[in-house]
């Protein structure tokens, strides 16, 4: 497997523009995170889907983030509009169930990394 | 809510010392403990993960070890070198699966 893909790794918009962050987990994985890494506030974790449904987006810091699943291949998360504070590199993760246990290692996307001007 | 701990933030030491490095979370009922390393500009690579039922893990010179009594996680790198320099995260995965993770200690080895 070529692990969880990401794409595209970087972008550079304008202010005000629509972003949309793509995310392919590793075949077989039923849990993705989407998590967005800054300097200051390290590693948050914005939202996750187990089984393509969404659990919890409490991380989601407004709601002009927004994303979707929709199939066990593929995700996004869109920013609507750009704000230059969106600046970041975002990561998508995959994880999978082992018989016994509640998800356990996970995997991570080279990321994404966002700038606004 | 879990909150994650990583002490120090930084640390620099000679090439050939062992080192430990600290990682403490609030809620103690989780279901693993995962260590990542993070080079400059790159993605997370996963080293070590413990489940809540064990108490350390060890590939090569890595340890990982485990006390969810007192919400701690140690990772123990032996005989370090100049490329084991990188960011070293920890990550606590949770009962609501979620995965939170500490800011992460930024290693510099020294040749």
């Known amino acids: 497997d070529a692990g969880v893909i990401q794409s595209p790794r970087h972008e550079v918009t304008e202010m005000g523009q629509e972003v949309t962050l793509r995310c392919k987990p590793i075949s077989g994985h039923n849990s993705l995170f989407w998590y967005r890494q800054t300097m200051m506030r390290g590693l948050e974790l914005l939202i996750y889907?187990?089984?393509?449904?969404?659990?919890?987006d409490s991380g989601m810091p407004e709601d002009r983030f927004s994303a979707k699943m929709p199939n066990a291949s593929f995700s996004t998360l869109k920013i609507q509009p750009s704000e230059p504070r969106d600046s970041a590199v975002y990561f998508c993760?995959?994880?999978?169930?082992?018989?016994?246990?509640?998800?356990?290692?996970?995997?991570f996307g080279q990321g994404t990394r966002l700038t606004v001007v | 809510k879990q909150e994650v701990t990583q002490i120090p933030a930084a640390l620099s030491v000679p090439e050939g010392e062992n080192l430990v490095l600290n990682c403490s979370f609030t809620?103690?009922?989780?279901?693993?403990l995962q260590w990542f390393r993070q080079d400059p500009g790159k993605g997370l690579t996963s080293l070590l993960l413990i489940q809540s039922s064990q108490r350390e893990q060890t590939s090569g010179r890595l340890n990982a070890s485990l006390d969810k009594s007192s919400g701690r996680s140690t990772l123990y790198i032996a005989a370090s070198q100049p490329g084991d320099s990188a960011t070293y995260l920890c990550?606590?995965?949770?009962?609501?699966?979620?995965?939170?993770f500490g800011k992460g200690t930024r290693l510099h080895i020294l040749p």
């Open positions: 889907f187990n089984n393509n449904v969404p659990i919890d």
């Open positions: 809620d103690s009922a989780i279901y693993n």
């Open positions: 993760a995959s994880s999978y169930p082992v018989q016994g246990l509640r998800n356990t290692e996970a995997f």
């Open positions: 990550a606590a995965g949770g009962r609501d699966d979620k995965i939170i």
